[in-house]
């Protein structure tokens, strides 16, 4: 037996998942199960799991690596996404360890949440940031991209994909319109959209746009990303990249937040000042106002209330 087993699987594995999901799905996936990898050999190494063979783990040591996940206290949705894959991963290998142990344990997976609409960025955490961002030092690039990345986040509803994936060309700032090409869905469902950028953060980005420009003949570099990697080629920022861009606004903030909590926030801010459910979901890349309402946005208790009144 390998010394690696449960590495080893990962190859054939993903092999059979080639064309059956969408190669972003497919990378995720990729990525994920060799983060597992990683995880289970400490494990391993502590004594803690009997096995990593696909075939041969035991509820208990899928138990422990729950376990141990939610210990590094990863976010429910994160920790979900692992015990699906890894129930996948295992089934394959003929291995029903997955479903033996949430069947024994039933309070270890996470509840479900999907249906609950969670709260937005508040308003005074997006003031706190748009104020921040015009007492920076402009000449520190790396924190000029961090406001402005956010900020934009904020302002254009972005998913994660969109804005790592856009392109400079794709930011109008004559129209101050940004078009996303690669949206959710965007090998079926998913349609590209434009979403105009907010009048109050166009300031920053187009302090950003001056300096990214700036920075890119300072080191003799092109990039045809608008948020590109600092070393090397200026590629494509990675999901773990712009996190870290995130954390240097949340530390000068003093204030954690997560990129869908902006989603949230550009939702309900258009909600709260008079937008069209219709037109804030063809904003956000929504196939029906059924998903914006149900995760995104909503009438405000105070809108409530003043109708109440209105009527009554």
């Not at 129930?87 to 291995?95: I, V």
Request: hydrophobic share 35%; net charge positive; charged share 30%.
């Amino acid at each position: 037996m390998s010394v690696y087993p449960f590495r080893d699987k990962i190859g054939e594995y993903l092999l059979t998942r080639k064309g059956v999901i969408s190669d972003v799905t497919w990378a995720n996936q990729d990525r994920r199960l060799r983060r597992m990898d990683r995880e289970l050999i400490a494990l391993k190494e502590q004594g803690m799991i009997s096995t990593m063979a696909p075939s041969k783990m035991t509820p208990e040591d899928v138990k422990t690596f729950i376990l141990f996940r939610k210990a590094k206290k990863v976010g429910a949705s994160d920790l979900s996404h692992d015990i699906t894959l890894l129930e996948q991963f295992l089934t394959y290998s003929g291995n029903y360890a997955v479903q033996v142990c949430l069947q024994k344990n039933t309070g270890l997976k996470p509840k479900d949440n999907s249906h609950q609409r969670l709260d937005p960025l508040p308003m005074e955490i997006y003031r706190t940031i748009l104020a921040r961002s015009k007492e920076i030092d402009y000449g520190d690039f790396p924190t000029v991209r961090a406001y402005a990345m956010v900020l934009l986040y904020i302002g254009t509803g972005a998913r994660n994909k969109e804005i790592r994936f856009c392109r400079r060309d794709e930011l109008n700032d004559k129209s101050w319109l940004i078009h996303f090409t690669h949206v959710k869905g965007e090998d079926t469902y998913g349609r590209p959209r434009n979403v105009p950028i907010p009048e109050e953060i166009r300031p920053m980005m187009s302090e950003y746009l001056y300096h990214r420009d700036v920075w890119l003949a300072a080191h003799n570099k092109t990039s045809e990303m608008l948020f590109f990697q600092l070393g090397g080629e200026c590629s494509t920022l990675s999901s773990n990249s712009i996190r870290k861009i995130k954390k240097k606004v949340e530390d000068q903030i003093g204030h954690k937040f997560e990129l869908r909590d902006c989603r949230r926030a550009f939702g309900q801010t258009y909600k709260d000042r008079g937008l069209e459910m219709e037109k804030i979901s063809r904003l956000m890349g929504h196939s029906s106002t059924r998903v914006t309402e149900l995760y995104y946005c909503g009438v405000s208790e105070n809108d409530a209330i003043d109708g109440a009144r209105k009527l009554w």
